[in-house]
């Protein structure tokens, strides 16, 4: 058996849009989280990519997500919020038929929201803030996902990794994105060490007992840590107040009760809020894009990289030269198509 296998990366869409379509998913939801997990390979993201659409299935299998929805999209005409009902399916088709109203709202007003109500939610972040920074606007999107983390000084899991993306449109390079858990790591990166028998650094996690772990599996069934002690476990709060209760929407304690299960996708809402640089900056001195440029030209300057330069370098390889996948992903994608 070979050891790895390069795909084009329309070959590697249309094979995961093939096992989604194959599973009983609509071409809308099918399609949408096709084009999210694709990403995620293409930009070396391995947490969110091709492992998991078994997690994905799992979801559908178990009467957890609606595979055939279509979301609606309620616009609240006159307000700032445009809303989005994932009427139960993936939150990436519900997000897709929001965001040009969202877009739109946000130039019109300067700033604007876009919430998704009712949706199972497992991917990255980054595809939502780049399609916002694509049409020259600022972004920052927030989701919970399910009590898995530790608060700081805490021994049980109660926060979710909740993860937080912002972006930055630049014009003539692509945009500055960040986006990360509010966990020390993803809970896809405890998974990935699993799987390959690695420990995990120190200071990840804890065990069921509260006492700290490098065995991935103790951490699994203990309690993740939050990203820079107290500041990370304070983002990841407000996060819950905003991505979650503000909005209507189930916690990250809730969505563990309503699954009884982190092997599954989490359901809960997600929040985007989009700004429009230039509008903010109105009868100021300096264009807001061009000051950008200033500051990341300081920060390059230091020897530091910007956030997703590692992404972006990712993926010009993959379009000069396909994804590279291993043979086990490949047998594992062969094994869920022929379910
Ligand atoms: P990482 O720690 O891998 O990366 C976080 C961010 O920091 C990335 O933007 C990364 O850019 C950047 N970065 C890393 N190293 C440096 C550096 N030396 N200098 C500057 N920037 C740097 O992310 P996580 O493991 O915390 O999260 C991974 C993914 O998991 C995210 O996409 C997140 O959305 C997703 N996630 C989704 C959840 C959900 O419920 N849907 C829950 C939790 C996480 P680069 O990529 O270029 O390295
Ligand atoms: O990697 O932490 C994670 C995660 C949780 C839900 C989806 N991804």
Same mark, same amino acid.
Not at 63 to 72: D, I, S
Not at 220 to 229: K, N, V, W
């Given at each position: 058996m070979r050891d790895t296998t390069t795909l084009t990366i329309p070959a590697l869409l249309a094979r995961v849009e093939a096992i989604f379509r194959t599973a009983g998913m609509s071409t809308i939801q099918a399609g949408a989280l096709a084009r999210v997990i694709t990403a995620g390979e293409r930009d070396n993201c391995k947490s969110h990519g091709v492992y998991r659409v078994e997690g994905v299935l799992r979801t559908v299998k178990a009467?957890?997500?609606?595979?055939?929805?279509?979301?609606?999209l309620l616009p609240g005409e006159g307000t700032a919020i445009v809303r989005v009902d994932a009427?139960? @399916?993936?939150?990436?088709?519900?997000?897709?038929? @929001?965001?040009?109203?969202?877009?739109?709202?946000?130039?019109?007003?300067?700033l604007a929201a876009l919430v998704i109500n009712d949706c199972t939610h497992?991917?990255? &972040?980054?595809?939502?803030?780049?399609?916002?920074?694509?049409?020259? &606007?600022a972004a920052m999107v927030m989701c919970p996902s399910y009590a898995t983390v530790a608060p700081t000084g805490g021994t049980q899991p109660l926060l979710g990794t909740n993860p937080f993306a912002f972006g930055w449109p630049r014009r003539d390079a692509?945009?500055?994105?960040? =986006?990360?858990?509010? !966990?020390?790591?993803?809970?896809?990166?405890i998974e990935l060490h699993r799987r390959a028998g690695k420990p995990l650094p120190e200071g990840w996690a804890l065990d069921a007992a509260g006492q700290p772990t490098t065995d991935p599996e103790a951490a699994?069934?203990?309690?993740?840590?939050?990203?820079?002690?107290h500041k990370g476990s304070a983002i990841g709060t407000m996060i819950e107040l905003l991505a979650a209760i503000m909005i209507g929407d189930k916690t990250s304690p809730e969505v563990?009760?309503?699954?009884?299960?982190?092997?599954?996708a989490p359901f809960?809402?997600? &929040?985007?809020?989009?700004?429009?640089?230039?509008?903010?900056?109105?009868?100021?001195?300096g264009n807001p894009l061009d000051r950008a440029e200033t500051l990341f030209e300081a920060i390059v300057g230091q020897?530091?990289?910007?956030? !997703?330069?590692?992404?972006?370098?990712?993926?010009?390889?993959?379009?000069?030269? @396909?994804?590279?996948? !291993?043979?086990?992903?490949?047998?594992? &994608? =062969?094994?869920?198509?022929?379910q």
């Open positions: 009467g957890k997500v609606n595979p055939l929805a279509e979301p609606v009427q139960g @399916g993936f939150a990436n088709p519900a997000f897709e038929l @929001g965001v040009p109203a969202l877009a739109a709202r946000a130039k019109a007003l300067g497992f991917s990255a &972040l980054w595809p939502e803030v780049e399609a916002l920074t694509d049409q020259g &606007l692509p945009p500055y994105v960040f =986006d990360f858990a509010t !966990s020390v790591a993803a809970r896809g990166e699994l069934a203990g309690a993740m840590l939050p990203f820079g002690g563990l009760d309503y699954l009884g299960s982190t092997s599954l809960h809402g997600e &929040l985007i809020l989009a700004f429009d640089p230039a509008r903010f900056a109105e009868g100021r001195a020897g530091a990289r910007l956030p !997703s330069q590692r992404r972006f370098a990712a993926r010009a390889m993959a379009q000069a030269q @396909g994804i590279t996948l !291993s043979a086990a992903e490949v047998a594992q &994608l =062969d094994h869920l198509l022929a």
